[in-house]
Each structure stands twice: as C-alpha cells, then as structure tokens.
C-alpha cells in the first residue's frame, strides 16, 4: 500500500471518502478558513502517456466547467491545482447521501417529494445550459441529496463546455442507461442531452425501475428505437395522466421533440403535479426525507464471486486453507481492503504479507452489500466493486492470452472511448492471469454497467 497523504497543498487531509482506478477521494480541510472540503485526485502514474494529454484535458475540464457554475443546487469547485505526481480538485464537501443509494434502498418517494427533486435539478441544469455548460452524464449516482433536503449536481468531467475541444463527433460519452440517442449513436449533442437524461431520472424515481435495461447492445437499440411503458402503468403511484406525456416528451429520440430546455420541463412538470407541485422558483424547496419510507438495510452480504477471487489470491500464499480463512474473515470486514488486512495475519512471512495486502485485484473501493456496505456520507467517489467472474469455478486462473487482451480493450472501448486500449495494456502487465485482467479492467467501468462489460468478455453467469 502507498503511504496515505497528510496534506496536499494548502489542505490537511482528515480522510478516505473512497478510492479509484485512477486516483482517491478525501475529505480535507482548508486551515486558512477552517472549512470542510471534498479533494478528488487523480495519480499521473497511472495514465499512460499516450492518453495523459486527453484525460488530463478532461480533469482540468470538470474544474472549469463546475468552477464556472455558482449555484445552490451545483457541487462548488474551489480550486485546481497539480504537483509532480497528483492533479487533483477541491470543492464543496456535500453531507448527503446520493440518490442511487435511495433507489437502491427502494426509497418511497410522493410525487410530492419527486417534483421537489425534478425541480431542483432541473433549475441547476437551467443555469448550467444558461451558462453555456452542458453536464452529458446526468444520472442518480451524480446527484446528492443533502439531509436537509437540497439536491446537489456533482462530477462535470465529461462537461461540454461551449465549443470545447473535448466534444469528439463519433465519441461515445456518458453512461449507457441515461444516454440520449444522440449520444448513444455518437452524433454532436448539445443542452437537450442532458433533458433527455433527466427524464430518464425522473422515469426512474416514478417507477423503481430504468425505462432501459440490458446488457449495452440491448440498452442502446432500446434508447434509440423503443420506449419504455409508460409511468402510470409500472409506478406504485397514483399518476395524473399528464405525467406519461411529460415524460414521453422528455424522452423523445428526436432533439427536436423534446423539450428544448429545463425551464420548459420544469414548467410542464409543475402543470402536470397540480396541486403538489414544487414551489416557485424564487422559493425555497423544502424537502423532508426524513419522511420517506426506506427499506431496512438488510446484513451485509458479499458477492460471492468478490470472495472467490480473494480466496485464489490467498491460496498463492497459505494453500488450501485460504477458502476456510476467507469465508471466516469476511462477515468482519467492511470492505476489501480490510478483508486483505485481516486475512493477511495468517500469512508468516512479512515479505508475503506485504505483497499480499499490496496488489489486491478487487478494488479498494468494493465491499459487501447491504448493511454497512455504502456510506451515507458525502458522495465523491468514482469507483466501486469489480465483479469477478463466475466462468472459473474450477478456481483455475485462465492463462492471459494476446487475443484476449485485444478482445477486452474493444469492449472496453465502448465504455470509455480511445483510452480504453492504454488501460487494457497496463492492466495486462499488472495481471497476473486472465481472470486478474478481467476485473482490473472492469474497474474502470461504471458500477452499473460493470456486469455487462464482465458478460460481453465472457465472465458472466453462466
């Protein structure tokens, strides 16, 4: 493991909100004003320097793009800044629990409360479009709700902004589910991207359920050519059947037949609420979660193909045992990069141990589901479990082939664009095996589509 920082610039660092392929979020505080703040890093040794250019180009870009942007329904970015090994970004530490967490937790919002969350982040990409920033990724996982009740838009990284040089015609950006066809198929996108995936959102917090599911292929056919039930007849609510038109509005395949901008939306959406819509936009939102019913958090539960692979790294070191010791070990660990902790004890050589605990090919930021498993603290972090396969439940390591290789860094591309191939040559000098290869890899696929990318390269459930 690499000695954590203390400080990184002006800021001393308190500690680990979470951690990443490229880089680890901490929670920090500025000492000249004693203030809380969020400071996302990324390592330069980690980008190869073929891609350093464009990925660097693209962290900068989230800093300006945010940087530009003061409103109170946007994460506040408060300063760039670089050293010989780390670029990183501090802003705004947000104490609030992110609205992928309450979906997956099946939240049981009114439609009351959805119109006040629909209003907020639609009055923050008003001002962001206003201001000439498009944000291209807008998803639930990118939106926090504070406790008090206001929502916060974060992570601009693959913001257009105004004429950048960073919008590629023919790149695929984005997360899949939330695209807009126009993204999907590569074309120029402007504002009206972002309305489609905030209507995906909003499909979302009605039903429960994504409108667009699947593996990508499926994903993308269905966001260009299909559309989904509507609200009313999926939703455990009771809908006004204005609200299907709304959303079928907002999720048209044509830019032209959408609404042309988030004050449109925001407008039809408080028509079709009636009487529960939102206040106006002078008004404060007001937003009471602590009324919206939560399922209980059950016990945590590891994936058992995140034990399994632990348990073969193990087996390298103490034999057979390492199946008994793994499954004794993780009911205490909250997540991996404890589990390697405690299972490392069992290892006598200090050697063996420090290798042991220093390359995990899970990453450091997965961890059991359920109880325990996700903080409800500020949500900065960019990277989560990297399923392993279930294709070798021999536990024999698959040797690591050129072809194989070559395979996974095209449907890696999918998901990232050109710096998918320099990813998949490191992770395949890190590797020490094709199944190795495969979750490192997978970990820098967005959590929600990482089972996907695991299938398509023939890791999936069998």
């Not at 660092?13 to 400071?39: C, F, N, Q, T």
């Not at 105004?162 to 695929?172: P, Q």
């Not at 991996?336 to 899970?362: C, K, S």
């Amino acid at each position: 493991m690499t000695t954590e920082l203390t400080h990184l610039g002006k800021y001393r660092i308190e500690s680990v909100l979470g951690r990443g392929a490229m880089g680890v979020v901490y929670k920090a505080i500025d000492p000249h004003i004693e203030r809380a703040v969020a400071i996302k890093t990324v390592r330069k040794d980690v980008v190869d320097a073929e891609a350093a250019e464009q990925f660097m180009a693209r962290f900068r870009n989230e800093a300006r793009a945010a940087g530009r942007l003061h409103h109170p329904n946007i994460v506040s970015i408060y300063e760039y800044g670089e050293d010989a090994d780390i670029a990183y970004i501090a802003m705004e530490y947000v104490d609030g629990t992110g609205l992928r967490d309450y979906l997956n937790r099946k939240a049981q919002f009114d439609l009351a409360q959805l119109v006040a969350i629909m209003s907020q982040l639609l009055q923050a990409l008003e001002f962001a479009h206003d201001r000439g920033v498009v944000h291209r990724d807008i998803k639930p996982a990118n939106l926090i709700l504070t406790h008090g009740g206001t929502l916060k838009v974060a992570d601009f990284g693959i913001a257009r902004i105004d004429a950048s040089s960073l919008t590629m015609t023919g790149l695929v950006m984005g997360t899949p589910s939330y695209m807009a066809p126009e993204q999907c198929q590569g074309k120029p996108s402007d504002h009206r991207a972002d309305i489609f995936s905030a209507g995906v959102v909003f499909y979302e917090l009605l039903t429960g359920r994504k409108p667009f599911v699947g593996a990508l292929e499926s994903v993308a056919y269905q966001i260009c050519h299909e559309n989904p039930p509507p609200p009313s007849e999926v939703s455990p609510l009771q809908l006004p059947v204005e609200v299907d038109a709304l959303v079928a509005t907002a999720l048209a395949k044509d830019p032209e037949l959408r609404f042309q901008n988030a004050r449109a939306f925001l407008f039809a959406l408080r028509l079709a609420a009636g009487e529960v819509a939102a206040p106006a936009a002078a008004e404060t939102t007001v937003l009471n979660l602590s009324a919206v019913p939560l399922e209980p958090p059950g016990p945590a539960v590891w994936d058992d193909t995140v034990l399994t692979t632990v348990e073969r790294q193990l087996a390298h070191f103490v034999g057979p045992l390492a199946k008994v010791m793994v499954r004794h070990a993780a009911p205490q660990a909250h997540d991996v990069h404890e589990l390697y902790t405690l299972l490392a004890a069992n290892i006598d050589d200090p050697e063996q141990r420090r290798r042991f605990i220093g390359a995990p090919a899970v990453s450091e930021a997965s961890g059991p589901h359920g109880a325990g498993a996700h903080s409800s603290g500020a949500r900065h972090t960019h990277a989560g479990t990297a399923h392993p396969a279930t294709a070798s439940r021999s536990h024999l390591p698959r040797p690591l082939e050129p072809a194989f290789v070559d395979q996974t860094a095209a449907r890696l591309a999918v998901y990232l664009g050109p710096i998918a191939k320099v990813l998949a040559r490191k992770a395949a000098q890190r590797a020490r095996n094709a199944d190795e290869f495969a979750l490192l890899c997978a970990e820098h696929v967005g959590t929600q589509d990482r089972t996907a990318f695991l299938r398509e390269i023939g890791y999936g459930e069998p």
